[in-house]
T-cell receptor, first 112, second 115 residues
Framework: GAVVSQHPSWVICKSGTSVKIECRSL??????MFWYRQFPKQSLMLMAT?????????EQGVEKDKFLINHASLTLSTLTVTSAHPEDSSFYIC????????FGDGTRLSIL | QQQVKQSPQSLIVQKGGIPIINCAYE??????FPWYQQFPGKGPALLIA?????SEKKEGRFTISFNKSAKQFSLHIMDSQPGDSATYFC??????????????FGTGTLLAVQP
């Protein structure tokens, strides 16, 4: 139980485009989901807390207009990287859970 | 005060050895301490977790030792295997580990178990 699925697993796009990443809870409902960013050989850095039916809470230093989060249902949160640039290239991971947090398998974003 | 310090950064052991990874925290409000295992290109997977009311917890080959007074906890992997080669992260949170509570991650330890 408590499976978290992310899509896509890998995306490559040109600089200036916007990219949407989906995070789904497959067998449970999640009022809260978390979005993390992980650079190569580094730890997970929390970007924001996604709250169903309300605005996301962003961590200090994370641009909310750059990283748009929508949690429109109890099983889906989306992260949109707007006007992406090469420095936004990273591994994005979401988490949610019942009792404890479970992580998706991440999305590798490469901006050319 | 929100940081979780983890060491070592990398670790190499022989098959059958017992790697030990250490973490330390400052915030005494933390009350849930999980360990995650991450393989390249994958998300972290929960290995084992402990709460501060116990000093040790064992699940299979994985053991957490917890020292509340020193604000330290460690992961021991018994009879390590090459398949255990991965990056290990400790973490901490408040709120008794509920899924809606933020996790603060350590910096990670890259473990290599040589055959």
């Amino acid at each position: 139980g408590a499976v978290v699925s992310q899509h896509p697993s890998w995306v490559i796009c040109k600089s200036g485009t916007s990219v949407k990443i989906e995070c789904r809870s497959l067998d449970f409902q999640a009022t809260t989901m978390f979005w993390y960013r992980q650079f190569p050989k580094q730890s997970l850095m929390l970007m924001a807390t996604s709250n169903e039916g309300s605005k996301a809470t962003y961590e200090q230093g994370v641009e909310k207009d750059k990283f748009l989060i929508n949690h429109a249902s109890l099983t889906l949160s989306t992260l949109t990287v707007t006007s992406a640039h090469p420095e936004d290239s990273s591994f994005y991971i979401c988490s949610a859970g019942l009792g404890t947090q479970h992580f998706g398998d991440g999305t590798r974003l490469s901006i050319l | 005060q929100q940081q979780v310090k983890q060491s070592p950064q990398s670790l190499i052991v022989q098959k059958g050895g017992i790697p030990i990874i250490n973490c330390a925290y400052e915030n005494t409000a933390f009350d849930y301490f999980p360990w995650y295992q991450q393989f390249p290109g994958k998300g972290p997977a929960l290995l084992i977790a402990i709460r501060p009311d116990v000093s040790e917890k064992k699940e299979g080959r994985f053991t957490i030792s917890f020292n509340k007074s020193a604000k330290q906890f460690s992961l021991h992997i018994m009879d390590s295997q090459p398949g255990d080669s991965a990056t290990y992260f400790c973490a901490a949170s408040k709120g008794n580990g509920g899924a809606t509570n933020k996790l603060i991650f350590g910096t990670g330890t890259l473990l290599a178990v040589q055959p």
